[in-house]
């Protein structure tokens, strides 16, 4: 049977079956308004609906979940719980996939790469500012006059890109 002809006999299956449900549902009801006429007779056979509890009925895992937290003294419960923890971690672990050497190698060599190229230019911009401040304290006004026409030309920079664009609105 083709995958096609097994979700055709579901779908008649689930349509026979809500035919059958809206049935049982009309006889009901048709029971009910029989039992309504006839009150004074208290044998009758009709099923009655219960309410909803309101709340989910717990599984058969929940429930033994709650009788093995109750089972035991305090030692005992802490100690499955840390072996439950270990357990729990190993399984963890052996979900992991592991690089090969190879990539291992590569990965490395990456990482220590970035880290010497993003040494140096941290480096670079560490001695620039450490060269500023030794300057400026040799002759402040100098330095404090550059850095403040470097800071007025950036906003002037600035200032003429946002107005050359013009508004996004």
Same mark, same amino acid.
């Given at each position: 049977? !083709? @995958?096609?002809?097994?979700? +055709?006999? /579901?779908?008649r299956?689930?349509?026979? &079956? %809500?035919? *059958?449900?809206? $049935?049982?549902?009309?006889?009901?009801?048709a029971?009910?308004?029989?039992?309504?006429?006839?009150?004074?007779?208290?044998?009758? !056979? @009709?099923?009655?609906?219960? +309410?909803? /509890?309101?709340?989910?009925?717990?599984? &058969? %895992?929940? *429930?033994?979940? $709650?009788?093995?937290?109750?089972?035991?003294?305090?030692?005992?419960?802490?100690?499955?719980?840390?072996?439950?923890?270990?357990?729990?971690?190993?399984?963890?672990?052996?979900?992991?996939?592991?690089?090969?050497?190879?990539?291992?190698?590569?990965?490395?060599?990456?990482?220590?790469?970035?880290?010497?190229?993003?040494?140096?230019?941290?480096?670079?911009?560490?001695?620039?500012f450490?060269?500023?401040?030794?300057?400026?304290?040799?002759?402040?006004?100098?330095?404090?006059?550059?850095?403040?026409v470097?800071?007025?030309?950036?906003f002037?920079?600035?200032?003429?890109?946002?107005?050359?664009?013009?508004?996004?609105?």
């Open positions: 049977m !083709s @995958a096609e002809e097994r979700l +055709e006999e /579901k779908r299956q689930r349509a026979l &079956r %809500r035919q *059958q449900q809206a $049935e049982t549902e009309a006889e009901e009801a029971e009910e308004v029989d039992d309504e006429s006839d009150e004074d007779d208290d044998s009758s !056979s @009709a099923i009655s609906i219960t +309410e909803r /509890k309101g709340r989910a009925t717990p599984g &058969r %895992r929940t *429930q033994e979940v $709650e009788l093995t937290k109750a089972e035991g003294n305090f030692f005992t419960r802490r100690l499955r719980g840390l072996r439950e923890y270990y357990l729990g971690v190993r399984d963890e672990i052996n979900k992991v996939v592991w690089p090969t050497r190879e990539e291992a190698i590569r990965l490395t060599q990456i990482v220590l790469v970035v880290t010497i190229i993003a040494s140096i230019v941290l480096g670079a911009i560490s001695l620039a450490n060269a500023l401040i030794a300057a400026g304290l040799n002759n402040p006004l100098v330095v404090f006059g550059g850095v403040f470097f800071a007025v030309a950036a002037g920079y600035y200032l003429f890109r946002v107005n050359r664009r013009g508004s996004s609105y």
